[in-house]
Nanobody, 124 residues
């Protein structure tokens, strides 16, 4: 099991940038043995996949809605996961969650551990 805490959310104008961070505390297992993902949930909508990164960080994948604007990265030495969000749009407004999985996969059901979320609000 890994404990995850997100930070970095806030209010930003459309076209602006934010960088989300997620710190991991794993018991009995190193952070680098988890594939990681970012997900988001807007009001009244289901939680959706945003981005994923493989154990070493060599593989990344993005939803079509954020590709080219968002960048996922990780620092295994610091037990940190990041999401750099550029050219933000009002439709990016949501609670953003980081999550850990044994598999490099998009499916929410394959992620066992989740953070509490951080709110991102983009004003138009």
């Amino acid at each position: 099991q890994v404990h995850l805490v997100e930070s970095g959310g806030g209010l930003v104008q459309a076209g602006g940038s934010l960088r989300l961070s997620c710190v991991a505390s794993a018991s009995g297992r190193t952070f680098s043995t988890y594939a990681m993902g970012w997900f988001r949930q807007a009001p009244g909508k289901e939680r959706e996949f945003v981005a994923r990164i493989s154990w070493s960080g060599t593989l990344t994948d993005y939803s079509d809605s954020v590709k080219g604007r968002f960048t996922i990265s990780r620092d295994n030495a610091k037990n940190m996961l990041y999401l750099q969000m550029n050219t933000l749009k009002s439709e990016d407004t949501a609670v953003y969650y980081c999550a850990a999985s044994n598999a490099y996969i998009r499916a929410l059901d394959e992620y066992d551990d989740w953070g509490q979320g951080t709110q991102v609000t983009v004003s138009s």
